[in-house]
């Protein structure tokens, strides 16, 4: 066996089933869950039947490099989206999903020869730290700072960990906290991989729901305000599950540093990841429409429009820049415990959140002292009809009111 295997944590929903377990949650209250950030509004039906009308491409083997009309569709969104000019043929690849692409493009880059260190957003998508581990690397957690709108202080890394790291992933719009990168912090960590010669893994995944007028910054967009059109180092990943409402599709791309990209493309050949001619035809369709992305963007305003009120009035928490997270700080009443909220939520009004400790790891924070940056918070994912997350809110709203 691999012994890497023996170092992966426990997935937060496995954390989460353990925290659940014995808890008999009141029969007479609807099962509600906000604990899987899981697109639940519909498909667009335009997107099935393209999917439908394409299974003639199961009767095929297809290129790892993806249809080229699949990647101009995919060049043409940058365009429109980012105002960028990519090349089809040499700075974009077609992804089953980001999760995978995020894990491989780790395999791909870090030199095991060497010692690596990836450097991780704290709290953050659990596949980062599996992706780094298995390529052999150790990680260094950099914390999110509820100061810095949840942003994290990159001038705080050492410059030790600096000098090892190989790979660093940045998440913006953030999981869990929606917090969007802006281009001084994009520059800043240009400089730092120049410097030390990382690269830089963009995961925008929840790029196209967002909260304010301006759409979250791209970092090929940043990349390119600054000068540097080569992309040196730097992929985005990005992905149809939450921009189209196709999870089940498996759908996204990478774009950005051709090199990278063609040390990634044999990586792929070889991993046998190359997406079928069936959802390639369905994502060729999905990146052509903006219209079903605007309106997916407006259920979510109106969503976090009506819930995020009735949560503030008793905890901390606000509308967050982007994503469709709230990242909510638990009341004093719970003594600071993610966990005994969660569980106690659980029992008493059969709602299910997940215990921000379970999204972050222990790490020495700016005083050197290890602490959790999620712990105290917990993930409310506003996936569910607006009608459910309001029901979820009001829940919420009259558990904390009964400790207080
Ligand atoms: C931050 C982040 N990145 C990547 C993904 C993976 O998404 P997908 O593989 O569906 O593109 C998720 C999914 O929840 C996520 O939250």
Not at 27 to 49: D, N, Y
Not at 60 to 83: H, I
Not at 386 to 400: D, G, K, P, S, Y
């Amino acid at each position: 066996m691999n012994p890497l295997l023996s170092r992966l944590q426990p997935y937060p929903f496995e954390r989460l089933r353990q925290l659940h377990a014995g808890v008999t949650p009141p029969a007479k209250l609807r099962p509600i869950s906000l604990g899987i950030g899981e697109p639940r509004h519909a498909t667009p039906a335009f997107i099935k039947q393209a999917l439908s009308e394409s299974l003639g491409g199961l009767a095929s083997y297809p290129a790892t490099l993806g249809e080229p009309a699949l990647r101009e569709a995919m060049v043409a969104w940058v365009q429109r989206r980012y105002g960028l000019q990519l090349d089809a043929a040499r700075q974009v690849l077609p992804v089953n999903g980001s999760r995978e692409a995020l894990f491989a493009l780790a395999q791909t880059v870090i030199d095991p020869r060497r010692p690596a260190t990836v450097v991780s957003p704290n709290p953050f998508y659990q596949i980062y730290e599996g992706a780094a581990l298995l390529a052999g690397a150790e990680l260094h957690y950099a914390p999110s700072d509820p100061r810095l709108n949840f942003g994290i202080d990159w001038a705080a890394v050492p410059q030790a960990v600096w000098e090892r790291t190989q790979l660093l992933f940045v998440c913006s719009p953030g999981n869990p906290t929606g917090a969007v990168m802006g281009l001084d912090e994009w520059q800043l960590l240009f400089e730092l991989s120049d410097r030390y010669g990382f690269v830089i893994a963009s995961d925008e995944c929840y790029s196209e729901i967002y909260f304010r007028e301006e759409p979250p910054l791209g970092g090929l967009e940043a990349a390119a305000k600054l000068g540097r059109s080569d992309f040196k180092r730097l992929v985005a990943l990005t992905s149809l599950s939450k921009r189209s409402n196709v999870p089940g599709l498996r759908s996204g791309f990478v774009a950005g540093d051709a090199d990278i990209l063609k040390a990634f493309l044999l990586y792929r050949t070889y991993h046998g990841s190359a997406m079928s001619p069936v959802v390639q035809a369905a994502s060729r369709v999905a990146w052509d429409d903006e219209d079903h992305v605007v309106e997916n963007r407006q259920l979510y305003r109106d969503k976090f429009a009506q819930v995020t009120p009735l949560l503030a009035g008793v905890m901390d928490v606000r509308l967050p820049d982007a994503g469709f997270y709230l990242w909510a700080g638990v009341p004093d009443a719970f003594d600071g415990s993610d966990t005994a909220f969660a569980r106690e939520l659980l029992a008493q009004y059969n709602v299910v959140v997940l215990p921000g400790s379970y999204l972050a790891r222990e790490a020495p924070g700016p005083d050197g002292q290890p602490f959790n940056p999620g712990a105290g918070r917990v993930r409310m994912a506003l996936v569910a009809e607006t009608a459910e997350c309001l029901e979820a809110a009001q829940r919420i709203v009259q558990f904390i009111q009964s400790k207080t």
